[in-house]
């Protein structure tokens, strides 16, 4: 496919009028300011158009869209404990299917390219993101309550390790396994202690929960006189890439160390706003220079997995709580969306509109009320733009997403077939 | 026009799904669960589809959408000063009409029905909005920077009486003129007291930026040893209607005061955390029983006009910033951006889904990735939908907007006009 006369969001996250983009063989072959030669297939013409990267949303858990509306102004524990809990033992891996599917249309539709899942039901989501052909680093979701903790005896672990051995690096790439400890206060200290010893004998990101409530943050420093970050670090965990997701609560000497061993931290603004937990210091971790991404967290508590959203959400919420206008940047806010996410998700050719890197691209229309005076582009994609200005989506050369249609989901289908599932789970919990 | 088996928001904010809504003579004529006896014109086919009141915009101003993406994370004071007002004084009626035009296009595509407007070139708006056919509250605004003021020599107020004059209750009442003074910071005291005076005598809402920004709200106290809302309260202003926009920073004694005097509150929360202004505390407010609505205020400082995103905002803004989950409920958002907006413009017969009132109705898309499962419609709709729901905007019984075509207006044409105004403004102001 070739993106003719388009304006492009480039590697330095400037905008270019008027240029030329090739994509061959799933990746960025040329990005120019003339027509390019060769035969390219499709010509796109992105008159009033943008193209940029993707977005990554770097923590969700797609099956638990299937939660959607269900469990709303609840705090946290009777959130988990009255609503959320009970419904997911109802769940299996084709009703998990049937959410992932859901919570892949409404991504690809609203601009994310990639994600990190975590969650259980693995074969469910593999296989919708294999449909999909969706781009995924998913990992199971590892929690124990018991101290006698035997590492590869543990039903958990040993399904991490299966679907890793079964998908990492599967589908051309396009599905990436990490490791997932769900929590500290979902594990005991045998259990993160092994987990740490796993992964320093492997090659896997450790995608983790952390501190992302104050109670949280604060047991943990009574139960073991360390923060969550400085517990995972003592078992370390933090000698290999690590994708923390929230980091509302972490502290001066946390940021330090996210810093030092260049941890990611994924902030999920919206969901951490809904749930109460608070908001994430995103202006001190990116002066510190952390490499911040974004999430949507599930649809169970955003309770929407539209990247733009929480763009908005992250450029204006540490204006808003610091009362300083002039921090967060729109351009760090684009960088965290794309780049950042990828960097987290361990994918170096992906999250720039760079020669050689993965075509994981989005197209914005210009032409529409949100975005006009067209006086800057970047400003208008952070602050004015939604989903509804996404006309097109491509993951690895493949348009998965155009003009309101999937390419290999039948929306209207996998709604009913959620409808269904929601039905007769309440049905089947008395309701 | 009959909406035909379409689920509806009713006047209690409850879903009811599969009803019959008939539209005559721009009014709601029935509300029923079985088809009613007479002619209504077109059958709409509302299967999957959401009719609800039309969201109330009651704080913006409407030209400033030229100024979109021109000045970014600037603190207010810097804003002001060196962008805002140096374009502001390039700007004139011709140009204030084209970007009001495309503030009506952009709102009536995200599902406002009705705005409140306070600025000035009150001739070019006045034209956009009949041009339009929108329904505003549109006031002249007020300011004062010397002691020696006669009120009705004063040509702003001449200009903000004449309007009320020649528009207040025409184009069957969807024009509609209140009296705005801009501002206690903006106001010497001879104006404060004058305005009051005429407020006294006269039947017009007051519409008045109160509280935005903590030394705003402080200075007041020092220099008159009263906080803005109890200074216009001194005043006498508070004896007829109010619509105070922002009240971040009031204190308790300000809200008693909003309470007992029915003063209607527009919270921007978009806005407020964009300038770094703070976080208006609706939950303190709801529970005092004061009337609080919502508004974007200017695509200068929010970037956009999507009250959709400020539903959003305004539902857990509260819950992250008290850490509490279980405040502020899906209804209460959307009374707060529809019946409670039509309240605070003095719109008694608008805002609600009932019988006999305006036919300010929208018609959200429910067959979409972001709202499925159905398993709680409200919830959905205030947590989960976003602009692009929207596939029909109805105004006193005219569809100004449907599946993505304005009735009145020409987008694309108004885009580039808007384009061309920045461009000359730019060029003029030697940038």
Same mark, same amino acid.
């Given at each position: 496919?070739? $993106? @003719? ?10 905008? @270019? ?7 061959? !063989? ?13 035969? $390219? %297939?499709?010509?796109? !013409? ?34 988990? #404990? ?12 084709? /009703? ?27 074969? %469910?989501?593999?296989? &919708? &993101?294999?449909?999909?052909? &969706? ?8 929690? +124990? ?8 005896? !543990? ?7 299966? =679907? ?7 589908? *051309?790439?396009?599905?990436? =396994?990490?490791?997932?400890?769900? +929590? ?12 740490? @010893? ?5 090659? $896997? =990101? +450790? ?31 933090? *000698? ?15 940021? !330090?160390?996210?810093?030092?061993? %260049? ?12 749930? %109460? ?10 002066? @510190?220079?952390? #490499? ?21 959400? =992250? ?9 300083? &206008? *002039? ?30 890197? /993965? ?56 709604? /009913?077939?959620?409808? /269904? ?11």
């Amino acid at each position: 496919m070739l $993106f @003719k006369n388009i304006g492009i969001i480039d590697e330095n996250f400037d905008f @270019k009028p008027n240029m030329y983009v090739g994509v061959k !063989d799933g990746r960025i072959s040329c990005i120019c300011d003339a027509q390019p030669e060769g035969d $390219f %297939g499709e010509v796109y !013409d992105g008159t009033g158009k943008v193209l940029m990267p993707g977005l990554v949303n770097a923590h969700t858990h797609s099956p638990m869209t299937l939660l959607r509306g269900y469990a709303e102004n609840l705090p946290l524990d009777r959130w988990l #404990n009255e609503k959320v809990f009970p419904f997911e033992d109802r769940l299996d891996c084709d /009703r998990a299917y049937w959410g992932t599917l859901l919570s892949i249309a409404e991504m690809l539709e609203s601009g994310t390219t990639s994600f990190s899942d975590m969650y259980f039901f693995s074969e %469910g989501i593999m296989r &919708a &993101a294999k449909d999909a052909h &969706a781009k995924i680093n998913y990992s199971r979701s590892i929690s +124990s309550f018991t101290e006698d903790v035997s590492f590869f005896d !543990d039903e958990r672990v040993k399904e991490a390790l299966e =679907i890793a051995e079964k998908y990492n690096g599967t589908e *051309d790439g396009r599905i990436k =396994i990490d490791m997932a400890l769900h +929590s500290e206060y979902t594990n005991t200290y045998p259990m993160i202690e092994q987990f740490g @010893k796993y992964i320093g004998e492997h090659d $896997f =990101i +450790s995608h983790i929960h952390v501190s992302e409530t104050e109670s949280e943050h604060e047991n943990c420093k009574k139960k073991y006189g360390k923060t969550p970050t400085e517990l995972f670090e003592s078992v370390g965990i933090l *000698d290999k890439p690590c994708l923390f997701a929230h980091c509302v609560w972490v502290d001066e000497n946390d940021m !330090d160390i996210f810093a030092r061993k %260049g941890v990611s931290v994924v902030s999920c603004p919206g969901s951490n706003l809904k749930l %109460g937990s608070g908001v994430c210091n995103i202006n001190r971790l990116l002066e @510190k220079g952390v #490499n911040v991404a974004v999430g949507t967290d599930s649809a169970s508590s955003n309770n929407a997995l539209d990247m733009f959203r929480e763009m908005y959400l =992250i450029s204006v919420l540490p204006k808003g709580i610091n009362n300083r &206008a *002039d921090i967060v940047s729109p351009k760090e806010v684009l960088k965290m969306a794309t780049v950042n996410g990828a960097r987290a998700q361990g994918r170096g050719d992906c999250g720039l509109l760079k020669e050689g890197f /993965r075509a994981d691209l989005i197209v914005l229309d210009m032409n529409r009320a949100n975005m006009y005076p067209d006086y800057n582009a970047v400003n208008n994609i952070v602050y004015s733009a939604d989903k509804s200005n996404v006309v097109l989506t491509m993951v690895d050369g493949d348009v998965l997403y155009r003009d309101g249609r999937f390419k290999y989901i039948d929306v209207e289908k996998v709604g /009913r077939e959620c409808n /269904r599932i929601v039905r007769e789970v309440t049905k089947e919990l008395g309701l």
